[in-house]
């Protein structure tokens, strides 16, 4: 059951991929950069829910990751790599944007989780407001008339392969001893420090994990539109990672996937009335923070993320929350 199980998941990874590479043939390019950004997006709201969603703080500076992460990798590919090399090298190039974005959150973490709750997202706002701020005045950058030249590296089959990616990565460590010890950081942080959890550590790494995966979604995102600027990682771009996460639910990786699809594909069906859709992000949150604070599959998980269907047990039904503590059966007489 188990190996069957499995092959079933091989399998449609496989199929996926293969469709990815495919279906652009026969789609309209119009459809197929849609499915792009809904790509680039799931990979933004499952990092921040990362942060956000497993771990309980509130970070609001995410995009200030994703324009390091952009900038880097079209750095790479426009002053260092020859255009013929840079095909081949956009998977490390992506890589090593993620990787500069990470060393960013970095530099944040260390100050930031001193705090936490309302200050902290003060602390990440105002990170998010000086990367817009240095890029506006950099003048190799392009400065704030924006930076171009790079070449359309990304497609839908680099999308899905890093959507599989990130889904996989984040998938592992929130049902491991790491992903548990996040956890109980948001429950009670001072409890989880009393049963011996190192919640600096477990908070660094989740927040760099985090900060590397939305650097990624920035290289991508930028070798789609060939043409990057500051304003395009403003404070409105965070705001639609967090209308993102909370939309799809919190501490679920199947509300991220959710809650991005839905939001963008809601974005492109309202494009014909202009400025006043980007309205409705900030009041959707509102509504959502209201009415249902958990979103739409706050704390839930499709029964095919979960370690029982994977690794045998069954499984726990389609919406289960996975339960890595079990009481223990009653004493026999």
Same mark, same amino acid.
């Given at each position: 059951?188990?190996?069957?199980?499995?092959?079933?998941?091989?399998?449609?990874?496989?199929?996926?991929?293969?469709?990815?590479?495919?279906?652009?043939?026969?789609?309209?390019?119009?459809?197929?950069?849609?499915?792009?950004?809904?790509?680039?997006?799931?990979?933004?709201?499952?990092?921040?829910?990362?942060?956000?969603?497993?771990?309980?703080?509130?970070?609001?500076?995410?995009?200030?990751?994703?324009?390091?992460?952009?900038?880097?990798?079209?750095?790479?590919?426009?002053?260092?790599?020859?255009?013929?090399?840079?095909?081949?090298?956009?998977?490390?190039?992506?890589?090593?944007?993620?990787?500069?974005?990470?060393?960013?959150?970095?530099?944040?973490?260390?100050?930031?989780?001193?705090?936490?709750?309302?200050?902290?997202?003060?602390?990440?706002?105002?990170?998010?407001? %000086?990367?817009?701020?240095? *890029? /506006?005045? !950099?003048?190799?950058? +392009?400065?704030? &008339?924006?930076?171009? @030249?790079?070449?359309? #590296?990304?497609?839908?089959?680099?999308?899905?392969?890093w959507v599989l990616i990130t889904l996989f990565a984040l998938r592992n460590l929130?049902?491991?001893?790491?992903?548990?010890?996040?956890?109980?950081?948001?429950?009670?942080?001072?409890?989880?420090?009393?049963?011996?959890?190192?919640?600096?550590?477990?908070?660094?790494?989740?927040?760099?994990?985090?900060?590397?995966?939305?650097?990624?979604?920035?290289?991508?995102?930028?070798?789609?539109?060939?043409?990057?600027?500051?304003?395009?990682?403003?404070?409105?771009?965070?705001?639609?990672?967090?209308?993102?996460?909370?939309?799809?639910?919190?501490?679920?990786?199947?509300?991220?996937?959710?809650?991005?699809? %839905?939001?963008?594909?809601? *974005? /492109?069906? !309202?494009?014909?009335? +202009?400025?006043? &859709?980007?309205?409705? @992000?900030?009041?959707? #949150?509102?509504?959502?923070?209201?009415?249902?604070?958990?979103?739409?599959?706050?704390?839930?998980?499709?029964?095919?993320?979960?370690?029982?269907?994977?690794?045998?047990?069954?499984?726990?039904?389609?919406?289960?929350?996975?339960?890595?503590?079990?009481?223990?059966?009653?004493?026999?007489?």
């Amino acid at each position: 059951m188990l190996k069957r199980q499995n092959l079933l998941i091989l399998g449609g990874i496989a199929l996926l991929l293969a469709l990815s590479g495919a279906v652009p043939e026969f789609l309209n390019p119009y459809l197929v950069q849609i499915l792009m950004y809904v790509g680039i997006n799931m990979i933004l709201t499952l990092a921040l829910n990362l942060v956000n969603g497993y771990m309980g703080e509130f970070s609001v500076g995410h995009a200030g990751f994703m324009a390091i992460g952009a900038y880097v990798s079209s750095l790479i590919t426009v002053a260092l790599l020859p255009r013929a090399l840079a095909a081949w090298a956009f998977p490390a190039v992506l890589i090593v944007g993620g990787l500069a974005a990470a060393a960013a959150g970095l530099v944040v973490a260390y100050p930031s989780f001193r705090t936490r709750g309302d200050y902290l997202a003060i602390v990440t706002l105002a990170f998010n407001m %000086i990367v817009k701020s240095v *890029l /506006e005045n !950099l003048d190799f950058l +392009g400065g704030p &008339r924006g930076y171009l @030249g790079m070449p359309r #590296l990304t497609n839908l089959f680099w999308v899905t392969a890093w959507v599989l990616i990130t889904l996989f990565a984040l998938r592992n460590l929130v049902y491991s001893n790491f992903g548990r010890g996040i956890m109980a950081i948001r429950e009670d942080e001072v409890a989880a420090n009393l049963t011996s959890v190192d919640t600096k550590r477990l908070k660094l790494y989740a927040f760099l994990i985090s900060a590397f995966f939305t650097g990624v979604a920035g290289g991508l995102f930028a070798h789609l539109l060939q043409f990057i600027n500051p304003r395009s990682f403003s404070i409105l771009k965070s705001t639609d990672m967090l209308v993102m996460v909370y939309l799809g639910g919190v501490g679920s990786l199947t509300g991220s996937l959710l809650g991005a699809a %839905i939001f963008t594909i809601m *974005l /492109e069906v !309202l494009r014909p009335f +202009g400025l006043w &859709r980007w309205v409705i @992000g900030p009041l959707l #949150l509102v509504l959502l923070m209201i009415f249902r604070p958990r979103g739409i599959m706050g704390f839930k998980e499709w029964r095919w993320l979960q370690p029982a269907m994977i690794f045998g047990g069954g499984g726990q039904g389609p919406t289960a929350t996975y339960n890595p503590s079990p009481k223990p059966p009653p004493p026999t007489p």
